[in-house]
């Protein structure tokens, strides 16, 4: 298929798996392509979204980095402060 001016333009704005759904239609022309990008779009604004729970208080939503580091930096702290058990 190929595609031309207004076409090419339209075409580089659908990402993703919109590319995939659209190339296993027949697609003719311009009003045909637009057809299918629109009923595309449809469906995943129907799409049902992932169920939210809601969080325990005691729960952290999310560990930082830095926490992941400092605790590094201390696990390789302390192991050069302990003496050889053995000389």
């Not at 729960?59 to 980095?65: F, I």
Request: net charge positive; aromatic share 6%; proline share 5%.
């Amino acid at each position: 298929m190929l595609i031309s001016g207004g076409q090419s333009d339209v075409k580089s704005s659908v990402i993703g798996s919109q590319v995939n759904a659209l190339l296993t239609r027949e697609i003719n022309d311009t009003a045909s392509f637009i057809k299918w990008c629109n009923y595309i779009e449809d469906m995943k604004q129907k799409r049902v979204g992932r169920p939210r729970f809601e969080r325990l208080p005691n729960v952290v939503p999310v560990a930082s980095l830095t926490d992941e580091t400092d605790f590094g930096l201390s696990y390789s702290h302390n192991r050069t402060r302990r003496s050889p058990s053995t000389s």
